[in-house]
């Protein structure tokens, strides 16, 4: 392996991949160094309504870099991405404080969905850009 190869990982603005290799050339250590800055800015904390009907709790936005969504209510809620939320299907949060915080393998800039079995529950969402 190369190194200081440069990857764009849509995430962070970029990093260097660095290797140690052993004298027969096999890679003993790997190690990232970001090559931009990785902060990102949080938007205002704010609430969503979450009922038995799916509905959007988080409109698409292609600035976004992070999310934190945690059900703050006594039923659980169910999560999708850019579709309609199922009852019983995709993410769930489990009631009293069950927590979805994306990362690398669940990024997406697409609208976030939730619905819940009946009621209306409480949801708390921190987005960052």
């Known amino acids: 392996m190369a190194d200081n190869q440069k990857v764009d990982n849509n995430l962070?603005?970029?990093?260097?991949?660095?290797?140690?290799?052993?004298?027969?050339?096999?890679?003993?250590?790997?190690?990232?160094?970001?090559?931009?800055?990785?902060?990102?800015?949080?938007?205002?904390?704010?609430?969503?309504?979450?009922t038995d009907s799916s509905s959007e709790v988080l409109a698409s936005?292609?600035?976004?870099?992070?999310?934190?969504?945690?059900n703050d209510d006594d039923l659980d809620?169910?999560?999708?991405?850019?579709?309609?939320?199922?009852?019983?299907?995709?993410?769930?949060?489990n009631s009293n404080g069950g927590v979805f915080t994306m990362d690398a393998y669940s990024f997406t800039t697409q609208a976030i969905n939730a619905i819940a079995a009946s009621g209306s529950n409480n949801m708390t969402v921190q987005e960052f850009e």
């Open 77 to 93: 809620i169910y999560l999708a991405f850019g579709v309609d939320a199922v009852v019983g299907s995709g993410i769930r949060l």
């Open 12 to 50: 962070l603005e970029s990093y260097k991949v660095k290797t140690t290799e052993t004298a027969d050339g096999h890679v003993q250590h790997v190690k990232l160094e970001s090559g931009g800055s990785s902060s990102s800015t949080a938007s205002a904390p704010d609430t969503a309504t979450v």
């Open 61 to 70: 936005n292609t600035d976004r870099k992070g999310a934190i969504l945690v």
